[in-house]
């Protein structure tokens, strides 16, 4: 099997390929079949296969058209269309859910959601200063959707009246934006919901598209996206990204989406195309298997990973500044600048990108409040962006205590940015586990005539020691450039008790060695899950400094009982876990009592019995010394 490091070329995918060449003959004829549905419209080309397959690119051509957008970092999210004309109102009742759901939440019937067609005139859309605002902010692409899940186009396409054009708006928002992001040097990149509300094509068929009269055709919808596709990608420049989303239903096949990168990418061999182009949105399992599920980088949505990957993993999270991507009137619940630009340091720190979302409203303006945060960020950007831009993620294992860390390597010297959020009020900052003597530190955010504060660092055992001023120099986050001579050389440190000589070993913290299970974190999860292996197993570095006997206990959900050992140094407790009845219900268990008789460096571990395994998430271990 030849491995590239995101695509496997094996038997099936030489099938798939071979299968495309027949898809070329009957694509054309289903071009034709879906503009006689839509009255008006007239052929884009009929061409909209690609070559056969984009699956045998290099890792050093991968590497060069990714190279952009890793530099990027920062990115501006656009939610727009006709659900912002509604603002998250219908009928004078407010919508439960994100703006641009709805007509899904509040089930609108097609033949009222159009209503908001001829409403829909955005006079103060301002392309320039849209662009201008992501630009000031320190983002260097912006991503808008051109069709978002009610299918309507947001630009003027011949292949369908379900776009702009059918507005009293008689303009075309994308050229607009097209060419005001090459006045300024900023990417357009564009998202295209997979999903579709509306087209009398697509299926499963929502109930309340009322005036769909055909049988639904998959084949033919595949055809009609791959028409607005091509029109997407030949009338606006160069396209960063095509931002696919709403891949989650039944008729969206892993085999639909290999065919639909290639031919994005042959419509443009540059661009770079997230994973929501496979059957599947949730960016853990890309993580677990980019080439399975294709595209070329995760997109965790809200969240942004606990920890950093290796390298070669691509990833962004998107994200919103209030609770809603499409805009609602009444959501006031916004993040604050502190929010915006520490979520996005912890991108960077971990190897990822950040696409943070604006919600204009139905008069084409982006909201002031998010105005005002971009603002902010901005600020933060013009003096701190060199320790974003161009960064590669953290060498330590885990996020600091006190902040995050990015790298730069030049030549022989590796620049760590230490990005503070916690700023020490002893005048003293403590790297943990950094081996390396630093050749220069100083103070990002210059004084007095650009002069940037030199700061002493010592070496102890256990890491570095930063001599810092008493007062932080930025609110937000103040960053320390660190220079040392060579790869950063850096040491586990290991978790460590509390004063009272309790230790708590999270899930986020555990070093898995497996290939099944992994650690999860959402509203109700922050686990290690998907424990289906018993040959998984996982264990945490930690240093005693107060040895003596311990209690041990353990968080679990199960919805049957497991049998696991838990060693720490020599020691091993046979266990057996709770039923809590499901995977999310925890439970605090006692396991046992250890002995640990020496201060130091130790681990503790858990591997499942073979015989009595059973699935549990785990979400931590305590031990707590133990009183006669
Ligand atoms: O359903 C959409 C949602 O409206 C929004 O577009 C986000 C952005 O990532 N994506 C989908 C949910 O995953």
Same mark, same amino acid.
């Given at each position: %099997?030849?491995?590239?490091?995101?695509?496997?070329?094996?038997?099936?995918?030489?099938?798939?390929?071979?299968?495309? @060449?027949?898809?070329?003959?009957?694509?054309?004829?289903? *071009? &034709?079949?879906?503009?006689?549905?839509?009255?008006?419209?007239?052929?884009?080309?009929?061409?909209?296969? #690609?070559?056969?397959?984009?699956?045998?690119?290099?890792?050093?051509?991968?590497?060069?058209?990714?190279?952009?957008?890793? =530099?990027?970092?920062?990115?501006?999210?656009?939610?727009?269309?006709? $659900?912002?004309?509604?603002?998250?109102?219908?009928? #004078? +009742?407010?919508?439960?859910?994100?703006?641009?759901w709805i007509m899904n939440d509040m089930q609108i019937p097609l033949s009222q959601y159009a209503k908001l067609v001829p409403q829909f005139d955005p006079e103060k859309f301002n392309a320039d200063a849209w662009v201008r605002l992501a630009k000031d902010a320190g983002m260097k692409y912006i991503c808008i959707t051109t069709k978002h899940h009610d299918g309507f186009a947001m630009y003027p396409?011949?292949?369908? =009246?379900?776009?702009?054009?059918?507005?009293?708006?008689?303009?075309?928002?994308? &050229?607009?934006?097209?060419?005001?992001?090459?006045?300024?040097?900023? /990417?357009?990149?564009?998202?295209?919901?997979?999903?579709?509300?509306?087209?009398?094509?697509?299926?499963?068929?929502?109930?309340?598209?009322?005036?769909?009269?055909?049988?639904?055709?998959?084949?033919?919808?595949?055809? $009609?996206?791959?028409?607005?596709?091509?029109?997407?990608?030949?009338?606006?420049?160069?396209? !960063?990204?095509?931002?696919?989303?709403?891949?989650?239903?039944?008729?969206?096949?892993?085999?639909? #989406?290999?065919?639909? $990168?290639?031919?994005?990418?042959? @419509?443009?061999?540059?661009?770079?195309?997230?994973?929501?182009?496979?059957?599947t949105s949730a960016w853990e399992e890309w993580f677990n298997d980019p080439t399975g599920i294709g595209g070329d980088y995760g997109t965790p949505e809200q969240a942004i990973p606990p920890k950093k990957f290796g390298s070669k993993l691509d990833w962004e999270s998107c994200m919103t500044m209030n609770g809603t991507w499409g805009f609602k009137k009444d959501d006031h619940n916004w993040k604050?600048?502190?929010?915006? *630009?520490?979520?996005?340091?912890?991108? &960077?720190?971990?190897?990822?990108?950040?696409?943070?979302?604006?919600?204009?409203?139905?008069?084409?303006?982006?909201?002031?409040?998010?105005?005002?945060r971009l603002r902010e960020v901005g600020q933060w950007m013009k003096v701190n962006g060199r320790a974003i831009y161009g960064t590669t993620a953290s060498p330590f294992a885990k996020p600091l205590p006190w902040g995050r860390c990015t790298t730069k390597v030049s030549g022989n010297t590796t620049t760590l940015y230490l990005h503070v959020f916690d700023w020490p009020t002893d005048g003293q900052?403590?790297?943990? #586990?950094? +081996?390396?003597?630093?050749? /220069?530190?100083?103070?990002?955010?210059? !004084?007095?005539?650009?002069?940037? +504060?030199?700061?002493?660092?010592?070496?102890?055992?256990?890491?570095?020691?930063?001599?810092?001023?008493?007062?932080?120099?930025?609110?937000?986050?103040?960053?320390?450039?660190?220079?040392?001579?060579?790869?950063?050389?850096?040491?586990?440190?290991?978790?460590?008790?509390?004063?009272?000589?309790?230790?708590?070993?999270?899930?986020?913290?555990?070093?898995?060695?497996?290939?099944?299970?992994?650690?999860?974190?959402?509203?109700?999860?922050?686990?290690?899950?998907?424990?289906?292996?018993?040959?998984?197993?996982?264990?945490?570095?930690?240093?005693?400094? /107060?040895?003596?006997?311990?209690?041990?206990?353990? %968080?679990?959900?199960?919805?049957?009982?497991?049998?696991?050992?838990?060693? *720490?140094?020599?020691?091993?407790?046979?266990?057996?876990?709770?039923?809590?009845?499901?995977?999310?219900?925890?439970?605090?268990?006692?396991?046992?009592?250890?002995?640990?008789?020496?201060?130091? /460096?130790?681990?503790?571990?858990?591997?499942? *019995?073979?015989?009595?395994?059973?699935?549990?998430?785990?979400?931590?271990?305590?031990?707590?010394?133990?009183?006669?």
């Amino acid at each position: %099997m030849e491995t590239t490091p995101f695509c496997t070329i094996n038997a099936v995918e030489r099938m798939i390929n071979r299968m495309k @060449l027949e898809r070329v003959v009957r694509a054309a004829a289903l *071009v &034709a079949a879906v503009l006689s549905l839509f009255p008006g419209a007239t052929a884009v080309s009929a061409d909209i296969a #690609g070559p056969a397959s984009f699956s045998d690119e290099t890792p050093a051509r991968h590497d060069a058209r990714m190279g952009w957008w890793r =530099d990027a970092r920062f990115g501006m999210f656009i939610h727009w269309g006709l $659900y912002s004309e509604a603002a998250g109102n219908w009928d #004078g +009742k407010p919508t439960p859910g994100a703006g641009e759901w709805i007509m899904n939440d509040m089930q609108i019937p097609l033949s009222q959601y159009a209503k908001l067609v001829p409403q829909f005139d955005p006079e103060k859309f301002n392309a320039d200063a849209w662009v201008r605002l992501a630009k000031d902010a320190g983002m260097k692409y912006i991503c808008i959707t051109t069709k978002h899940h009610d299918g309507f186009a947001m630009y003027p396409s011949d292949l369908s =009246d379900w776009c702009i054009k059918s507005t009293p708006f008689h303009r075309d928002p994308l &050229a607009e934006l097209a060419a005001a992001c090459k006045r300024e040097g900023i /990417k357009l990149c564009f998202y295209y919901s997979i999903m579709d509300w509306h087209s009398p094509l697509y299926e499963p068929r929502k109930p309340w598209n009322d005036t769909a009269t055909n049988a639904p055709d998959f084949d033919a919808y595949d055809a $009609y996206m791959k028409g607005q596709l091509k029109e997407l990608l030949s009338h606006y420049g160069p396209i !960063g990204i095509l931002w696919f989303d709403g891949c989650w239903e039944s008729t969206w096949t892993q085999a639909r #989406g290999r065919d639909l $990168y290639d031919y994005v990418r042959s @419509l443009q061999p540059d661009i770079i195309v997230n994973n929501r182009v496979g059957a599947t949105s949730a960016w853990e399992e890309w993580f677990n298997d980019p080439t399975g599920i294709g595209g070329d980088y995760g997109t965790p949505e809200q969240a942004i990973p606990p920890k950093k990957f290796g390298s070669k993993l691509d990833w962004e999270s998107c994200m919103t500044m209030n609770g809603t991507w499409g805009f609602k009137k009444d959501d006031h619940n916004w993040k604050t600048a502190t929010t915006l *630009v520490q979520n996005l340091v912890d991108c &960077a720190s971990k190897g990822g990108n950040y696409l943070l979302n604006v919600g204009p409203t139905g008069e084409g303006l982006i909201p002031d409040v998010s105005v005002e945060r971009l603002r902010e960020v901005g600020q933060w950007m013009k003096v701190n962006g060199r320790a974003i831009y161009g960064t590669t993620a953290s060498p330590f294992a885990k996020p600091l205590p006190w902040g995050r860390c990015t790298t730069k390597v030049s030549g022989n010297t590796t620049t760590l940015y230490l990005h503070v959020f916690d700023w020490p009020t002893d005048g003293q900052l403590f790297v943990p #586990g950094l +081996k390396n003597a630093p050749t /220069k530190s100083f103070l990002l955010k210059g !004084g007095a005539f650009g002069w940037h +504060k030199t700061l002493r660092t010592s070496n102890t055992e256990d890491g570095v020691l930063i001599s810092v001023p008493r007062e932080a120099p930025d609110r937000i986050s103040s960053t320390i450039v660190m220079e040392i001579a060579g790869g950063p050389q850096v040491e586990t440190v290991g978790l460590r008790q509390q004063d009272d000589g309790t230790m708590v070993l999270p899930a986020a913290d555990a070093e898995l060695h497996g290939t099944v299970f992994r650690y999860e974190s959402d509203s109700l999860l922050d686990d290690i899950g998907y424990w289906v292996n018993p040959a998984d197993w996982a264990d945490w570095s930690v240093k005693m400094t /107060k040895p003596g006997r311990f209690d041990v206990s353990a %968080m679990i959900a199960a919805p049957a009982a497991s049998s696991f050992d838990l060693s *720490v140094g020599g020691q091993t407790l046979h266990c057996t876990g709770p039923v809590t009845g499901n995977y999310v219900t925890f439970q605090p268990v006692k396991l046992g009592t250890i002995e640990v008789s020496a201060a130091g /460096k130790t681990s503790v571990a858990v591997h499942p *019995v073979k015989d009595g395994w059973q699935p549990m998430n785990l979400r931590s271990i305590t031990l707590k010394p133990s009183h006669p």
